[in-house]
C-alpha cells in the first residue's frame, strides 16, 4: 500500500463503516450477547451493553484504544475503562500529560474531560473471561473504523495491548507482518497519522510488572511531544 495516500480519508472506506458507537443493546456476537444476558440477570443495575467511545469527537487528536470493557469496570459503570484498576493508571496518565482535567472518581459521573482525545475499545461488548475471539474483533472493527474516520482532527492514535494494535492496523489496510506490536513502539500510519504501541494498563500487566507507571508515562511523554 502507498502509505502517502488518504489511508483514514474520510471518504475511502464503504458507507457500512461510517457507525462510531453500536447501539448498547448490539447484537452482532451471539457470544456476547449470550454473556451479556448473564451479566445482567446477576447484576441488573450494571450498564451491560455495548460501551460507546468516550471523548469529544470535534476536537480529539488522540484516540486510545483498549481490548474491551472490563467486567466490573465498563461493562458496569458505561464509560470506557472506569471502574476497575485499568481506569486508574490510564486517568492517572492522561492527567499528568495535559489530557484531561478534573479527578477520576470511578464512576461515570465524575466530571472528568477528555482533552484532545477519545478513548475506546477494539470490541465494545465485555467477552468472556476477558478474551474477545478473532471473529468478534474482526466484527466490531467497523466501529473502530468509525471512530477514526470520525475525529477529523485525528494525528494519533494509541493501542493497548497487541489485540488493539491489530486491529488498528487492519482498519487502515496495513500489514501486520510489517508493523509489528512492542511496547513503546511508533508507526508510520500514513497520511500523517502515527501508532503509538503500549502494554494493556491491565490488573494483570501492573501487578506482575510487566507494565510499569513509568513505562507507562514514556509511552504518553512520546505522544505530548509529537502533537507538541
Not at 145 to 168: E, K, T
Not at 195 to 211: A, E, K, P, V, W
Request: contains cysteine.
Amino acid at each position: 500500500m502507498n502509505l502517502s495516500g488518504p489511508i483514514l480519508d474520510h471518504h475511502s472506506m464503504p458507507a457500512a463503516h461510517s457507525h462510531i458507537d453500536p447501539p448498547a443493546g448490539c447484537r452482532l456476537c451471539a457470544r456476547l450477547v449470550e454473556f451479556r444476558k448473564k451479566c445482567a440477570i446477576a447484576e441488573p443495575n450494571w450498564f451491560n451493553g455495548a460501551v460507546p467511545s468516550f471523548g469529544d469527537s470535534h476536537t480529539a487528536r488522540v484516540l486510545i484504544v483498549g481490548l474491551a470493557p472490563g467486567l466490573q469496570g465498563a461493562n458496569k459503570t458505561g464509560r470506557a475503562f472506569t471502574g476497575d484498576q485499568s481506569g486508574e493508571l490510564l486517568f492517572a496518565t492522561l492527567r499528568e500529560f495535559g489530557f484531561l482535567e478534573g479527578t477520576y472518581g470511578g464512576h461515570s459521573k465524575d466530571g472528568l474531560h477528555l482533552i484532545d482525545t477519545m478513548i475506546t475499545n477494539a470490541v465494545r461488548c465485555v467477552p468472556p473471561a476477558n478474551r474477545p475471539t478473532a471473529a468478534e474483533v474482526n466484527t466490531c472493527r467497523q466501529f473502530l473504523v468509525g471512530s477514526m474516520q470520525s475525529l477529523s482532527h485525528l494525528q494519533i492514535v494509541v493501542a493497548l495491548g497487541r489485540v488493539a494494535h491489530d486491529s488498528i492496523v487492519t482498519a487502515v489496510g496495513l500489514r501486520k507482518s510489517g508493523n509489528k506490536f512492542a511496547h513503546g513502539a511508533r508507526h508510520e500510519l500514513g497520511n500523517g497519522h502515527v501508532l503509538f504501541d503500549s502494554y494493556h494498563c491491565s490488573r494483570y500487566n501492573i501487578n506482575t510488572g510487566r507494565l510499569t507507571t513509568s513505562m507507562f508515562h514514556d509511552v504518553f511523554r512520546a505522544v505530548r511531544t509529537e502533537l507538541d
